[in-house]
């Protein structure tokens, strides 16, 4: 007997100022390796569920937010006022409100650098019978994330934000990575439950874990083995660490596809960039856009190529700018 498999909505939060930037334009559309933050978010979004069944909740810069989302054909929904996480959710929810979905996932579109394959692992959690995953990470500093609390079973019991935890909570090393994905039904009981008790005075999405496991919920923890990819951007320093670990991921998944990289440290690929096996990336390379480049390729030091493409075998000399546009 063949069983139908579960329909998945996305949430992608990104109505925040973004007030460390120190920018008028909207965090989200701070560009990571040539193109906005939210857009690789919604790169994974697309990966999970149909183009109609996700949205992006706005708020500040909402219209130039809104008008990026929507080149992509996802939907963008307005939060206003901000509320908090917990609000952003219902807003997100509202707005899904007609499109039968079974299953959520919760994205921020300041977290650009997951892997396609984590958010699998959060989705086989609940496809599994959790009520929710939340994707955690082991940190020898936890600053300012969110702590962990789980159970004797090793359930997620609830999760504390930093300056609402006491000393024990934040000397827990597991935190919060902001990455979700539940049962549709269960997280919309579970926000419409939220209060504001806390010190931001605020609807912390956060709360919804402590919420499902109050009611005898299984609620998972998914722990991640390379907490990089995790890093969220608040800063334009965050922006460059995170263009240097995206770069860094980039160039480690072609060598093991077979491409040879002089000098790893110095050469720079657009993750939209296909290179084919047997091609050789010279030090100081850069190709940026929608390069293709055959396979045997040798791209010379130093060239720098935009959304050119170069056929199997061909030599790129040292020093050359080509273009495809």
Known sequence: MSTIEPRWAVAILAAGKGTRMRSDLPKVLHELAGRPLVDHVIDLALGVARPHDIVVVVGHGAEAVGECVCDRGVTDVLQEPQLGTGDALRVALDGLAHRPTDRLMVLSGDVPLLRPETLHHLMSAVTDGAAAALLTAELADPGSYGRVVRSEEGMVREVVEARDADSSQLAIGEVNAGVYAFDREEVA???????????????????????????????????????????????????????????????????????????????????????????????????????????????????????????????????TFLTGE
């Open 189 to 319: 009981r579970a926000v419409a439950g939220l209060g504001t008790d806390n010190a931001q005075s605020e609807y912390y999405l956060t709360d919804v874990a402590a919420a499902l496991s109050a009611r005898g919920l299984p609620v998972a923890a998914v722990q991640l083995d390379d907490p990089s990819e995790m890093q969220g951007v608040n800063t334009r320093a965050d922006l460059a660490q995170a263009g240097r670990v995206l770069n860094e991921m980039v160039l480690a998944d072609l060598m093991a596809a077979g491409v040879s990289i002089r000098d790893p440290r110095n050469t720079w690929v657009d993750p939209r960039v296909r290179v084919s096996p047997e091609t050789v990336l010279e030090p100081g390379v850069v190709l940026k856009g929608y390069c293709h480049i055959g396979s045997g390729a040798v791209i010379g030091a130093n060239s720098v190529l935009d959304n050119a493409a170069v056929g199997a075998g061909e030599r790129i000399p040292p020093l």
